[in-house]
Each structure stands twice: as structure tokens, then as C-alpha cells.
């Protein structure tokens, strides 16, 4: 049972555009999203998050939206970089920041061609 | 800070064997957590400590894997009898409940074959 779906393996974009990165989930108990970025040989590292009563949070160049009713979030980079190209995972917890059992997603694979 | 260490990065064992593994967490960090990633997927929660505490596991947590963590610090994570379906990457995260998001901070991961 996949509570947390990113349905794309993988999204190619052109430096210097728009990457929009998607994720689903089931769990209408889950209050608190993060998205994780992972480089190859190294552990995911944190990117960015937001609370279930905020729609949107912005950090830089990237921004996550959710939108509760479509139990739907989205990672957006822009502009992207050579050095974006990682895997992303989308997470989510119940009970906020503080919740213990953060559920990911398999990844979305990211590729920012120079 | 010198980040959450796992040891070793990788291990090589053959089937029947038993294998543990170290994690060391960020040293202000109170919340551990186990996580195991397979090929194609993302990481899946196996057991979470507050302290020396274990407050959950993970129905994948089979009777052949135990963790623990002694004093609230260090914490390692065996496998007995392994079984080629335990080849994964095997991930240590914490985390301090008053930081900010409280994200969790992965180590690199210990990557277990079995032959």
C-alpha cells in the first residue's frame, strides 16, 4: 500500500527552466510534507517542507504547493541547474514536524542538461 | 557537527550469515531512525528510537532483525540468518524534535549484498 506515489521516474529539463516535480498521496491523516534530494553514494538531504495549513512555501528556488483536496503536492526549481540533477523524494508524516514516521516516495529522477 | 556516520558503508555477506551495523547519530539528536532502500525505491521505515527507547517498528522488522540503542546514543541494527531478499542499502536518520521542520538527517547508508 504506496501512501506517498510519484508516478514519474524520471523528468529531463534545459538548464535555466522550469522543473515541476509531482507527488500523490492516500493518507488524508498526513499534515506535514517534505521534499528530500539525494545524490549518488550519499544519504537524502533536506529540502524543503510545508505544513497541511499552508498551500504554498517558497525557499530560493524552490517551491513546494499542496493542494489537500487533490491530496496533491509539487516541487517547483526554478531556474534549474547542472547541479539539481539528483533523485527526489516526496515524504510525509502525521502529527507535524514532529511526527516520527516519515513515508517516501519512490523518487522522481532528476536530469538538468547544460 | 559531523553529521549522522553509518559503518561500514558497505558489507558482503553470504547467505545464513549474521551481519550488524553502526549508526552514529548527530549528538544533540534524541529521535533515531532505521530506514532500508531498495533498488527503485525510497526508503522504508523499519524501527524509530527516542533516547534508548524503541517506540515503533515496522511490520518489515522480521524476528531475524533487531536494533537497539543502548545508552541513547550509537545505535546498531543486526540481521541474523540473512537472506539474499535483504540486499538493500540500509539508512540511520535523526533528528532533534525542536529544531526547525525537523527534518531527519541521513547518514550515507550501509549497502548490504548477500550472496
Known amino acids: 500500500d504506496q501512501q506517498v506515489k510519484q508516478n514519474s521516474p524520471s523528468l529531463s529539463v534545459q538548464e535555466g527552466r522550469i522543473s515541476i516535480l509531482n507527488c500523490d498521496y492516500t493518507n488524508s491523516m498526513f499534515d506535514y510534507f517534505l521534499w528530500y534530494k539525494k545524490y549518488p553514494a550519499e544519504g537524502p538531504t533536506f529540502l524543503i517542507s510545508?505544513?497541511?495549513?499552508?498551500d504554498k512555501n517558497e525557499d530560493g528556488r524552490f517551491t513546494v504547493f499542496l493542494n489537500k483536496s487533490a491530496k496533491h503536492l509539487s516541487l517547483h526549481i526554478v531556474p534549474s541547474q547542472p547541479g539539481d540533477s539528483a533523485v527526489y523524494f516526496c515524504?510525509?508524516?502525521?502529527?507535524?514536524?514532529?511526527?516520527?514516521?516519515?513515508?517516501f516516495g519512490a523518487g522522481t529522477r532528476l536530469f538538468v542538461k547544460a | 557537527d559531523t553529521g549522522v556516520s553509518q559503518n561500514p558503508r558497505h558489507k558482503i555477506t553470504k547467505r545464513g550469515q549474521n551481519v550488524t551495523f553502526r549508526c552514529d547519530p548527530i549528538s544533540e539528536h534524541n529521535r533515531l531512525y532505521w530506514y532500508r532502500q531498495t533498488l527503485g525505491q525510497g526508503p522504508e521505515f523499519l524501527t524509530y528510537?527516542?533516547?534508548?527507547?524503541?517506540?515503533?517498528k515496522s511490520r518489515l522488522l522480521s524476528d531475524r532483525f533487531s536494533a537497539e540503542r543502548p545508552k541513547g546514543s550509537f545505535s546498531t541494527l543486526e540481521i541474523q540468518r540473512t537472506e539474499q531478499g535483504d540486499s538493500a542499502m540500509y539508512l540511520c536518520a535523526s533528528s532533534y524534535p525542536g529544531e526547525r521542520n525537523s527534518p531527519l538527517h541521513f547518514g550515507n547508508g550501509t549497502r548490504l549484498t548477500v550472496t
Open positions: 528510537f527516542q533516547n534508548e527507547a524503541q517506540l515503533e
Open positions: 510545508i505544513s497541511s495549513i499552508k
Open positions: 515524504a510525509a508524516t502525521e502529527g507535524g514536524a514532529g511526527g516520527f514516521k516519515t513515508i
